[in-house]
């Protein structure tokens, strides 16, 4: 079984090429499947899963090995190209590719919070879930992915269980408030827009709110849901629609929505500056694709930042982290080579179920001759005699010509592995 891992993250691709080829959340089912159906034309079988976030989207995949290696590479990524409508040649330098090993290590430690932006953070873990969940509703799973993915998890418990490699992470939402802190001196003096109402946007209202900021607000389009999380952070709620009249009247703005297309653009941005008459507008884009058009970037007035601007903030307390680091890639190492271990075993199951058969059919044979030789009122012990004698022989027949026929070193190997085959305990 041939298992491969391909992906661009936050390492290997800018926001721009990242936004590209994210996969949005309602139509992941679908493009598990097509990449089901594109990996397997020229397979028996295949399994697929995609993990599609901000900072990462990858495609896990496992097929029986009819292919070599660099085919099955070049031909997931032609599926993600061909999928969102890019060339190959724009998007195969920022892919990594992860066959066996380095695929199932990849999974252990992208959910173990080690190859994220922020070092051990906790969210991926969930996203994860989610990317397995719809995978497997769309009939996308397999054995080897199911079981690879039930020891990532597993794995991600044991890592946060027994290291300290989320003890010391700064989340995106900590940085978001250190950058905009930089900007405003007190943010218990500004107005706070939230653009969105799911997990990351409630993840930085929550920080925010700490600081106690002299209003909170959050846009969303469904209001009720907006209303909702309004409602916990002692905050208000707007409809999406009444955005660019609005604009104006915020100093921080946070955004992390689904949208495939940027929910704010440069007029809109343009026309509430000049309203505020060029006061300061603090802007964080955590969305990818992004929500924010990046031309915005060039106000004067205007201090945009994306999920990538945000690395330099996190990158602190490293040192305290590199022993829990060790810890989790040693777990890490260990659980890659059982797993690895499973699947030698699994590549035998064929064998054992041919060799099952064969027995089977033997026994079969031996026992409708017994039962002859009893009908026609042979003596019993005769009959036993003579089954016994009978499955000797049809089990040793394969053996013994095997050894017969061969030769040289084969025949030595030969006559040290059969008596160990059929030796008993005594």
């Keep these: 079984m041939q298992l491969l891992a391909v992906g661009l993250n936050h390492t ?7 936004e ?3 996969f949005p959340a309602e139509s992941l089912g679908q493009a598990v499947a097509s990449a089901r ?10 399994e697929a899963a995609i993990l599609s976030t901000c900072n990462r989207t990858e495609l896990y ?9 660099e085919d099955a590479i070049d031909m997931t990524a032609h599926f993600m190209a061909d999928y969102h409508r890019m060339s190959v040649s724009e998007l195969r330098p920022h892919l990594y590719t992860l066959p066996q090993d380095q695929a199932v290590r990849h999974a252990f430690r992208v959910a173990s919070g080690l190859d994220s932006m922020v070092l051990g953070e906790p969210q991926i873990l969930g996203q994860m879930k989610d990317a397995v969940r719809q995978a497997d509703a769309a009939g996308a799973l397999g054995t080897y992915l199911h079981q690879m993915f039930q020891r990532t998890f597993a794995v991600a418990k044991e890592v946060r269980s027994t290291t300290e490699i989320g003890a010391h992470s700064v989340s995106m939402a900590a940085a978001a408030v250190r950058l905009s802190q930089r900007i405003f001196d007190r943010i218990s003096e500004q107005n706070v827009l939230f653009i969105g109402a799911g997990e990351m946007i409630e993840l930085c209202a929550t920080h925010f709110s700490a600081q106690n900021p002299k209003s909170l607000t959050v846009a969303n389009r469904t209001m009720e849901r907006g209303e909702q999380l309004a409602h916990r952070l002692g905050g208000r709620a707007i409809r999406l629609a009444d955005l660019p009249d609005q604009l104006a009247n915020f100093d921080i703005v946070v955004s992390s929505t689904a949208s495939s297309l940027p929910i704010i653009g440069l007029g809109m941005v343009e026309r509430a500056i000049k309203a505020r008459r060029h006061k300061p507008m603090f802007m964080v884009d955590l969305a990818v ?5 990046a031309e915005i970037s060039r106000l004067d007035d205007v201090f945009l930042y994306t999920v990538d601007d ?4 996190i990158q602190t307390g490293m040192e305290n982290r590199q022993a829990a680091v060790s810890q989790a890639e040693a777990i890490i190492e260990t659980r890659v080579q059982s797993f690895m271990h499973w699947i030698d075993t699994r590549a035998v199951v064929p064998v054992i179920q041919e060799l099952h058969e064969q027995s089977e059919h033997m026994r079969t ?9 009893l009908a026609r009122g042979d003596d019993v012990d005769a009959v036993l005699d ?14 013994q010509h095997a050894l017969h026929t061969a030769q040289g070193d084969e025949r030595a190997r030969l006559a040290t592995l059969l008596p160990q085959l059929f030796r008993t305990k005594r």
């Design 310 to 313: 945000l690395a330099t903030t």
């Design 61 to 69: 995949c496992a097929n029986r090995a009819v292919t070599g290696v």
């Design 365 to 373: 044979i031996e026992l409708e001759r017994a039962r002859k030789m």
């Design 12 to 18: 290997t691709a800018p926001v721009s090429i990242r």
């Design 386 to 399: 003579a089954l016994s004698r009978g499955l000797t022989a049809k089990f040793l027949h394969g053996s």
């Design 289 to 293: 694709p992004r929500d924010i058009e």
């Design 37 to 46: 159906a594109w990996l397997a034309r020229d397979q028996t079988t295949a």
């Design 20 to 22: 590209k080829v994210a």
